[in-house]
């Protein structure tokens, strides 16, 4: 079959699928020039799933009659300009589109309008395209100052073929509200409205710039419970930068999809951030749990490649190790920083359990740690004022004779204050021999004994052992593991990062690794198996996450089973020597699948479910 070049109509229509792929692609693209524009405010009709008619009009800088024909060529563009040599650097995008690829591709699938005006210009202008035919420039009555008004009309009416691929007209609808959603979260000084067939469904008014602005919008957007119970994150290292928010360990979901991530104002999909994402969390919640997130990189231009799909949801970063350290690095501490706090969600549902019908749903407050901290206490100024040489609750062998180690020896300080001031407050009760009961100046927290001491006793291990090293135990025969050659070369350069997480192993030949000794914790193992899950999450993630997670989950475990146990009957002051220590270690609101250890009650929603307030 000989060579022969395509029709311009057919190239535009191949372009057209890659670029647009579905309306919600569309939209996107449309939006995205609107934003390029500079527009404060955008806005967005969609009839029928956006099939029958998608129209977004902005307040940008307009186009001139001139600027018009060209905006509707394929691979015209305004948002790239030569350097002073006049070569075109790709590598330095500074806006959401560059390749002067969507109008053109838009226009050649559906009849397609534009109608503007320029910046300090008077008269507004338009142009018609039906499926690829260009029409001419004429007069429009434009209604605003400056701008610009686009209208897609009959999507795909000039490919049948594409029309029997989409989806039910709810389900485009909904995929277009999450653009727009994904869109206004990475950019919240810009206002958004959203219309659906004459509805209007989302209306986010503009916000002021920066952190605040920002957990505005994402209040608005991902509801209020994710404000209440967001972690700021704001970290920086060698010209890269991580901010945002993140929810607590117990404020999580079933899926991943609660998790936003935005490069230089980019919406994207990377594996590279949600491999990170899962890493930091790794240690607080269930594998089929998932955080909440929406997490914002910002770099150096050149340091980042977005010309690397055609939709451009992916990027790919020059240093990717930087980036994943960062953002692992940033959760942690922030994780750590919120010390024992858990979700006010937890609290919903703990009133919603037993809330009497006919009062309003009460709306917990999510002052408590906050206040605490604020007050000048923190875990560790908490630890020093708890009984002095208080040991581990766990630290007898016999569980019968269970007692706190130092407990009856050691004098009590001078009380600073009462003790229901402590966050956690003063034990006043034990409930089926598995809850505390404790009093805080403005509420009451009920404590899970086993899940909390579980934490305690799973942190301590995990800071023994970073403090010896993981434990080795050699093979008498050495297993030779048989993988892809490329994995193979993976697994054998992280050799030394491996040793140190107790797995000791060489290359063997172009497709194989020989292991020679394995973490004693880890017992008779699947050592093909283990060293093969490594090499997946190598791939897949660039760290050895399998026997990070296999280590956690067995220190896990030997936790669970040394700890107190639900049922056992506790005096008053071990009760409050749970609470100090919960107070003073780190992530001690969840155990270790991520459910929380404790309830707080406010007063005043107690006073609400007996009709006081």
Known sequence: MPIRRLPPELINRIAAGEVVERPASAVKELVENALDAGSTRVEVQADGGGLSRILVADDGCGLSADELPLAVERHATSKLAPGDDGD????????????????????????????????????????????????????????????????????????PARLKFMKSERAESLAITEELKRQ??????????????????????????????????????MGREFSDNALPIDHAREGVRLSGFVGLPTFNRGNAAHQFLFVNGRPVRDRLLQGALRAAYADFLARDRHPVAALYVELDPDQVDVNVHPAKAEVRFRDPGLVRGLIVGGLRHALAAAGHRA???????????????????????????????????????????????????????????????????????????????????????????????????????????????????????????????????????????????????????????????????????????????????????????????IADDLTENGQALALKERLEEVCGTMACHGSVRAGRRLTAPEMNALLRQMEATPHSGQCNHGRPTYVELKLADIERLFGRR
Do not use: C
Request: avoid cysteine.
């Open 88 to 159: 075109y650097d790709l590598l330095r995008i500074l806006t959401l589109g560059f390749r002067g690829e969507a109008l053109p591709s838009i226009g050649s699938v559906a009849r397609l309008s534009i109608a503007s005006r320029a910046k300090g210009q008077a008269e507004a202008n338009a142009i018609f395209v039906d499926a690829g035919a260009v029409g001419q420039v004429g007069p429009s009555a434009f209604p605003g100052p400056h701008g610009a008004r686009v209208e897609v009309r009959d999507l795909f009416y000039a490919t």
């Open 184 to 221: 206004a979260m990475a950019h919240e000084a810009v206002g958004f409205a959203l219309d659906l067939d004459g509805r209007r469904t989302l209306r986010l008014p503009a916000e002021a710039a920066g952190p605040e602005g920002r957990l505005a919008r994402l209040s608005a957007i």
């Open 343 to 533: 979700s006010t969600t937890v609290s919903q549902a703990a009133l919603g359990g037993f809330r009497p019908a006919g009062f309003p749903p009460p709306q917990p407050s999510a002052a408590g740690f906050s206040a605490w901290r604020q007050g000048g206490w923190t875990p560790a100024a908490v630890a020093d004022q708890v009984l002095p040489g208080l040991s581990e609750l766990s630290a007898r062998a016999e569980p019968d004779a269970y007692e706190p180690a130092g407990m009856s020896e050691a004098p009590s300080p001078a009380p600073v204050f009462d003790p229901v001031d402590f966050p956690l407050g003063a034990a006043r009760a034990q409930v089926h021999e598995t809850y505390i009961v404790a009093q805080t100046r403005d509420g009451v927290v009920i404590v899970d004994q086993h899940a909390a001491h579980e934490r305690l006793v799973y942190e301590r291990m995990k800071a023994e052992m970073a403090e010896g090293g993981v434990a080795r135990q050699a093979l008498l025969l050495p297993e030779v593991v048989e993988l892809d050659p490329a994995e193979a070369e993976r697994v054998a350069a992280r050799a030394e990062e491996l040793t140190a997480l107790g797995l000791v192993l060489e290359p063997f030949g172009p497709g194989a690794v020989l292991v020679r000794e394995v973490p004693a914790l880890l017992g008779d193992t699947d050592v093909v198996g283990l060293v093969r899950d």
